[in-house]
């Protein structure tokens, strides 16, 4: 399909991508490998159902916030060249787009594949006799008393829909003969596909396979069959699904601001029943029925969606539940990273050298067993650390806990504002405190992004401060899907950076000027523009000229403006973008020398690295921070230096150039606005995130591609670039 470009027209056409539809591509990256076949069967669901739960939160938040901008009459164009009522007319055709694709991948390829394979979705009409006796059995045990009718009529006004939720609008005719209209929600509290056979009564699809095949009926078609029993001496003429998404970017309120548990308390109530951002509804609703839905949920036309198929698609991620395991990727046992003892005194081998992990390759768990051994240690006096987002039953948590009640001081700094994990982290916080853990909230303007731990240590006549920094949150779960560095230090100037930066954070410490790190707001920007115009100066002097990033996102109009000059200027760029990319590679005289590829696989990639050649004395920065506004501008956030030669030497010469030379996984960013397959032609298959898993990491020492010789010779990689 031939694409126009995001930014085809305006005053930026030539210049930007625009942040919104770069975003729905790389969403449409994760359409594809539901699409492949490459995939076991139930990954490929498991992407399917990332692809519905990604779209969900883009209309919450990217939609709605455009969906605002239009309402309050704002036209001016963005640096893209795009008004906000042109990006808004241009999504509601991608995304209608990618539905109908997602559609057709459910319809046409996952569900017969599933079906061979013994795992069938079924209508609630083509279920067997004794089938329908064991789905109203069900239904009457644990479903009926859960359900609550709601009429709509001069009595009844129309009920509050919460977001995300799925109901059935059901039209019903009393003895009058008159059509009157009612809402059924569907219970969230149950799960989507409900077990006809194969699986005990209840659904649960964590139960062990019996052998037999799997008949599963979605939940809304056991509760339509089913209405009959809520509306008795009515007749139920017919009922159609529909499903409500709403905003979810809600602030808090400046009347909030003092109190700011009761302010998130807040904006989590609201956040159930935002402006609607979007109505879907079952393709054969009549239109009387969705004009109704559409006056009272008061919204355009334009957004509704109709869908030929089940709503809500993303609760398909309940398959991988099934104890399937020929039809999932085989389990990966992560390692213990170089450096770190299998047993023994952690805090000897950090201060022989820095530790780094890569996981999920590398084990999590020695992050968690470094708080552990703080605890038990009576030389230790304090840990200190921030929390984004660390899922249900956090041994991270635990750990903290632990430590506080064996009477170490121990400072957490909860971000409250991390979306859709406040509640979790008010439940934490809360247990923290309870074990009498100093918990210390982020202010209202800046989230508290940054990775940080750190421990301090009596060791004879002096102290010691040694300091984990990260770029992903400290969540045991998350650390086994997404790739994310860690490192170990008890580097002195460091430490005394992260003890100034817990200061600003938990104190009235103004001093914001940092020896080693490079702190936002306004330190990554600085630090970032200042060097990438250290390699122009390289490259006007003749001499090589570097700059390799990989990032979630870049939609920093500035940055990338950076990087457009020193293209200009003869330094080569390459950038590993996972998400959405704002800047336009490829183009003569402006970008010819920039290069940007997005990785799409097994695990989602969200570690972030920015490396500059720097005439040879090359550096390397890790941290929590994109190059997007609100990372630069409305964060705390952190990138930690690489000193460490061999941690240095495996992250150039095995991890970036590995990252650059995948050609299984990788696409590239074309000028368009489209990404392109990377091809491997007739050169050997490169799976960046599959050769970390089959490689052992060895550092000090070239060792990239030694797998793959021939005649004697080392043979590197298919397609890459060394960095240096």
């Given amino acids: 399909m031939t694409r126009r470009r995001a930014s085809a027209e305006g005053p930026g ?134 359900l609550t009718p709601l009429a709509v009529d001069p009595s009844h006004p129309f009920p509050l829909i919460s977001n995300l939720s799925t109901n059935l609008a059901v039209v019903v005719r009393g003895a009058d003969g008159r059509q009157r209209f009612a809402r059924v929600k569907i219970p969230q509290s149950l799960p989507r596909l409900v077990a006809a056979s194969g699986l005990p009564v209840g659904g649960g699809l964590s139960a062990r396979r019996t052998g037999r095949e799997v008949r599963l009926v979605w939940l809304e078609d056991v509760v339509a069959a089913h209405l009959g029993s809520l509306f008795r001496s009515m007749e139920v003429v017919d009922s159609y699904p529909f499903r409500v998404i709403r905003d979810a970017d809600i602030e808090i309120r400046e009347d909030e601001a003092g109190d700011l548990l009761q302010g998130i308390e807040s904006v989590l109530r609201r956040r159930r029943f935002g402006s609607v951002s979007q109505l879907e509804v079952a393709d054969g609703m009549p ?17 509704c969606h109709r869908s030929a198929g089940p709503l809500g698609l993303s609760d398909i991620l309940q398959l991988m539940d099934l104890e399937r395991p020929d039809l999932k990727d085989k389990p990966y046992r992560p390692r213990l990273a170089p450096g770190l003892p299998a047993s023994g005194d952690v805090f000897a081998a950090i201060r022989e050298r820095d530790i780094l992990l890569h996981h999920p390759f590398d084990s999590f768990t020695p992050v968690v067993g470094f708080i552990g051994a703080a605890a038990d240690d009576p030389d230790v006096l304090a840990i ?128 914001l000027s940092y020896c080693k790190l490079l702190v936002s707001p306004k330190g990554i920007r600085r630090g970032i523009s200042e060097r990438i115009a250290r390699e122009v100066e390289w490259a006007s002097k003749g001499h090589k000229a570097r700059v390799v990033f990989k990032m979630n996102s870049l939609t920093d109009f500035d940055c990338a403006q950076h990087l457009y000059e020193a293209s200009q200027a003869g330094v080569r760029v390459d950038l590993i973008v996972r998400g959405s990319c704002c800047l336009v590679p490829g183009v003569q005289g402006m970008s010819e020398s920039i290069h940007v590829r997005s990785i799409v696989g097994r695990y989602l990639e969200h570690d972030r690295l920015y490396y500059f050649r720097n005439g040879g004395a090359e550096e390397i920065w890790l941290g929590s921070a994109d190059l997007m506004p609100r990372n630069l501008d409305r964060r705390y956030e952190v990138l930690f230096p690489v000193e460490d030669d061999r941690l240095k030497r495996w992250l150039v010469d095995h991890y970036v150039e590995t990252y650059l030379a995948d050609n299984e996984t990788a696409r590239v960013l074309r ?8 091809h491997s032609g007739h050169e050997a298959g490169i799976n960046a995130q599959q050769w970390f898993m089959s490689h052992p990491r060895v550092e000090g020492r070239p060792r990239h591609g030694a797998s793959s010789r021939k005649n004697g010779q080392r043979r590197r990689h298919a397609g890459s670039v060394r960095v240096n």
């Fill in 13 to 146: 056409a030539a210049r930007f991508q625009n942040r919104e539809i770069s975003w729905l591509e790389f969403n449409a990256r994760v359409l594809e490998e539901a699409e492949g076949t490459h995939h076991p069967l139930l990954e490929r669901v498991k992407f399917l159902s990332i692809f519905h739960s990604n779209l969900d939160e883009f209309f919450m938040i990217r939609v709605s916030g455009l969906q605002e901008q239009v309402d309050s009459g704002l036209a001016e164009p963005s640096r893209d060249g795009l008004t906000p009522a042109e990006q808004l007319a241009i999504v509601r055709r991608r995304t209608g787009e990618l539905r109908q694709r997602a559609l057709a991948c459910y319809e046409q390829r996952l569900k017969p594949e599933l079906a061979a394979a013994g795992i069938l979705i079924l209508a609630y009409c083509d279920a067997l006799d004794g089938e329908k006796q064991r789905l109203q059995d069900y239904f009457v045990a644990e479903v009926f008393p859960i």
């Fill in 287 to 303: 239109e009387a029925v969705e004009d109704l839905l559409v006056r009272n949920l008061q919204i355009s036309k334009a957004d």
């Fill in 384 to 511: 200190k650390q921030t929390i984004y987002r660390v899922g249900a039953g956090s041994p991270v948590v635990a750990a903290l806990q632990d430590a506080s009640n064996k009477g170490k001081q121990v400072s957490v700094i909860v971000e409250l504002k991390a979306r859709f994990d406040e509640e979790n982290n008010l439940e934490w916080a809360r247990a923290l405190e309870a074990a009498g853990v100093h918990v210390v909230y982020s202010d209202v303007q800046f989230k508290v992004h940054c990775k940080l731990l750190m421990v301090v240590r009596r060791e004879g006549d002096q102290i010691r401060r040694y300091v984990h920094m990260g770029t992903g949150n400290y969540n045991a779960k998350t650390a086994q899907l997404y790739t994310d560095f860690g490192m170990f230090t008890c580097d002195p100037q460091v430490a005394d950076d992260v003890s100034a930066l817990f200061n600003a954070l938990t104190g009235y410490s103004e001093d």
């Fill in 671 to 678: 000028q368009d606005g489209s990404y392109e397959r990377v």
